[in-house]
């Protein structure tokens, strides 16, 4: 890719900046409503018509169709990345937690525990779980198996009378 | 350590506000009414639902009330402080689940869909669901960018700050972004909503 000025590099420097000015244009644009910042946003509007110059911002001719290509891509990544506001029940919540107007409850001092210590809660709480499930696991297995030989034993009780 | 009732913050800035915080709890309020939009906006878009989303924003607050005194503003702003503890946790989050960065579609689109919902045609949304899933297969850090860029709308600078590079570096990186999600969108001409729903349009 050669530029008018036949240095590669710059003419991908010059397309790197028209790309960041309307970045900056698109998403400025929005919070600081000032004339200058707003007439910054229009002025990448209209990148698609005929008119809008290019060489204003030295992109090569041969560079135009790739340029629009991906101003138009950052127009529909403005149109499709919006911003999502937390919950109001959340936010109020957290900021009490936080300024200690909020009483403390458990999930707040989970979260204040340093990494270390929730990992050997987490594994803690695995292992008695584990335990606890392989006693009672162990006690229905035995439960289930005398009731089994309680069966054989009725069963072998029965034929042995039917035989007599 | 309460500050007086109707104490007015918001003509004081970040670095001032971050000393008052280390004995103030009401300045660290302010704080956090500056950022937790933001940081929420981040955390959501990186993990994909409200509910690790509220988790880990309560998380990024929690840590930084924990370190605040001793943070010490070395050329890194509060906010990008903020958000270095925000991206941390979402990375950890990601690997405790071994997930793929999940950018909440249905979120998005829909919130696109709003602005424009009277003209918008099905070829549109079909385009719209594209991008959104190009960039849900960009690598981790071109995601935290478009992020950052659209959704937080932080100048190259700030980005550059969180992302511990220069300003030139955020721009070539969003150039080289663009790039992909072009080619991106090129080598998938149909989005995969669409073709999971191929079968259902037959009948």
Redesign the interface.
Known sequence: MVTHDGNENSATDWLRELLAAQAEALTGGSEHTDDKMSDRAKAFDDFDSPAFSFDHYRVASEQVPEARHLLHLASQLRDVLNPVDPSLEFSMRLKNELVGQAPVTLAVRWRKLPAHYRLAARLGGFTITAGITLLAVRRALNVVGMLHRRGRKAESGLSFKTAL | ??APKGQDFSGIDDSELVVLARND??A??EL??RY???I??YV??RTGN?YD???L???V??RA??HIETYVERGVPFQAWLYRIAHNLVA?WHRDRNRRKVVPLD???A??LR??ATEDTAESQE??VR??EAIQRLPDERQQL??L????????QEIGEIMDRSEGAI??L??RT??A??DE?TSAPQSESARRSEPDQRH
């Open positions: 350590m309460a709890r009401a660290f309020g956090y009414e937790v939009k933001k929420y906006s959501y878009f409200h989303a509220e988790d924003t309560a998380r607050f929690h009330l924990v950890n979120e998005f689109v919130a696109g602005s424009e385009e719209r991008l959104v478009l992020v860029k659209f959704v937080d709308r932080l100048s190259n721009k070539s969003y150039h663009l790039l999600l072009r969108l």
